[in-house]
């Protein structure tokens, strides 16, 4: 399966349907009629360390496929048809009480592995039963009297108190699931793990194949989740506990379990979309100023460097490795948070929840790396970015990691310097001036740390690198309307090649940095693109 087919079937828009505010009706309906989910099966003792066992069980056996027979009623539904397929909210698992309610997903369209799903009470689990009678079917044409009574599930939503109309987490599609914070607005995915992202031959998206759902105790603002994730290379073993608040924490424990040798193995993948930018308007023939999930890659290396690079929609695939030692933190923002810069009043991309990963232990030596795929389509996630470490993946052994994963609109961390708000990019040169050679501006606004003390000191200096190329018009100066400073230097490629170019920036006053390290990739035009747009007085 191709990544752009696969992607197109992700959570990136069901789960967001699924959000759809509930009517009053709807909502005195489920008080009057709530109905018990049906158990099946004899209850069994369970744990994450018997989970942990089934993985590494299943790992010394060669994988089985987990495709089901899923009805062609339920695969040629297109994606309007497939949204009428609505879990009825009376059916909800702890719909009787408590703090949380979990509501599952249907198979169809993109959804077609069956995924068993089990409640977990007082350390014994047992089977959630599939009854067509939980859904709706409205106007899918789907005959719920003709699908089997033992098809199963695609994958589950979760629901807390404080508004029962509206998700707070859902997990559907391969191992992608995503989550909210106080602005309950869905935006970028996490994964369970990523396999040979972005190498020559097909990505590899391992699947969360089961499901145990641990009923809170009562008065809990905490739930358990454990998922069985298998797939040809590797199985593995999971446990989430989700803490619903103005800033949603996952708490991960991950045990992997290899098949054979993986070459890129992506610990917390996370996944965007990052299509039109004021640093990237490649695709700008949308009437909206911005369109993106996330703007930045944020880390925090182990020797305690903030870096911040920009996202960009590449021309071609784009891949990036940033070495480090015991990463403190790494994660994907949405930096830009103003309206006015998206004007989109339908997905509200200034609302999207910002992604921060936390290890919880020494993850030892390798990278953070970034993927930027090419795309001209918004529904299309284009960008990823995961751990992979350096140690070689090897079958027959146990990897564990531990980390914490904080959705909201600010990161929980940040760094104490002053960091970068806006990234702009266009021609070079000196206006008013004719131009004799082609080079590329570059405009970094930064705000915060030390800043709001040095009251417009001019002492504040630019330090401008790159790896190819040559620096030039360099400048530093108060930028008053943003209580912050602005940056410019232009790039000038000295011949003729296509290939990347890294650029590198801080702020300086005297010997001390004043700001985190911002880092940039950009790949000069082709030659016939090379304007240099003189006007016919110069």
Not at 58 to 70: F, M, P
Not at 116 to 132: H, L, T, W
Not at 384 to 409: D, I, S
Not at 435 to 441: A, D, E, I, K, P
């Amino acid at each position: 399966m191709k990544r752009r087919d696969f992607l197109k079937g992700s959570l990136k828009g069901a789960a967001l349907s699924a959000a759809t505010l509930s009517s009053l009706s709807s909502m005195l309906a489920l008080a009057a009629s709530k109905e018990e989910v049906k158990l099946i099966g004899k209850a069994e003792p369970f744990d994450y360390a018997w989970l942990k066992g089934l993985a590494r069980t299943l790992s010394a056996s060669s994988y089985q496929s987990y495709a089901g027979n899923v009805p062609a009623s339920l695969q040629k539904l297109d994606w309007d048809q497939y949204q009428h397929l609505q879990y009825r909210k009376e059916h909800a698992l702890w719909a009787d009480d408590g703090q949380f309610r979990a509501q599952f997903f249907h198979l169809g369209l993109y959804f077609k592995t069956p995924v068993r799903m089990y409640e977990v009470k007082n350390g014994m689990a047992q089977e959630i039963a599939y009854d067509p009678a939980m859904f709706s079917y409205g106007k899918s044409g789907v005959k719920a009297s003709q699908l089997p009574k033992d098809l199963g599930f695609a994958g589950f939503r979760l629901n807390y108190h404080t508004d029962w109309s509206r998700d707070v987490a859902a997990f559907l599609g391969a191992s992608y699931f995503r989550a909210v914070g106080g602005e309950l607005q869905y935006g970028l995915s996490a994964r369970g793990l990523a396999i040979d992202t972005a190498m020559p031959r097909p990505e590899e998206f391992p699947e969360f194949v089961r499901f145990w759902l641990e009923r809170p105790a009562a008065g809990s603002d905490r739930m358990t989740v454990y998922a069985l994730l298998d797939s040809p290379s590797v199985s593995g073993a999971y446990r989430f506990i989700i803490t619903p608040g103005d800033t949603l924490e996952m708490d991960v424990d991950v045990a992997l379990y290899p098949r054979k040798p993986i070459e890129r193995l992506g610990i917390a993948p996370l996944t965007s979309m990052f299509m039109i930018g004021e640093n990237d308007r490649r695709a700008n023939w949308d009437w909206r100023p911005e369109i993106h999930d996330s703007d930045g890659l944020a880390i925090w290396n182990g020797n305690g460097e903030w870096i911040w690079r920009p996202l960009n929609n590449p021309r071609e695939l784009r891949f990036n490795a940033y070495g480090d030692n015991n990463p403190r933190g790494f994660g994907l923002l949405q930096r830009d948070r103003n309206f006015d810069h998206y004007q989109d009043d339908g997905v509200f991309y200034e609302k999207r929840p910002s992604l921060w990963v936390e290890p919880k232990q020494a993850w030892g030596e390798g990278s953070v790396q970034l993927v930027e795929i090419p795309t001209l389509d918004e529904t299309f996630d284009n960008i990823v970015a995961f751990w992979n470490p350096k140690e070689p993946v090897q079958p027959g052994q146990e990897y564990l990691y531990g980390y914490r994963l904080y959705w909201n609109g600010v990161p929980p961390v940040h760094t104490p310097l002053a960091y970068a708000v806006a990234t702009r990019t266009g021609l070079g040169g000196v206006v008013g001036q004719r131009r004799h050679y082609f080079s590329q501006r570059f405009t970094v606004d930064f705000v915060g740390g030390k800043i709001p003390l040095l009251g417009g000191s001019l002492d504040v200096k630019a330090v401008v690198s790159s790896s190819r190329g040559r620096v030039e018009l360099v400048s530093c100066r108060p930028q008053h309307q943003l209580g912050g400073y602005r940056a410019q230097f232009d790039v000038v490629p000295l011949d003729n090649k296509l290939d990347p170019i890294d650029i590198r920036l801080f702020l300086q006053l005297g010997e001390e940095a004043i700001s985190e390290t911002w880092l940039y990739q950009w790949n000069p035009p082709p030659i016939n693109e090379r304007d240099l747009r003189n006007p016919g007085h110069l």
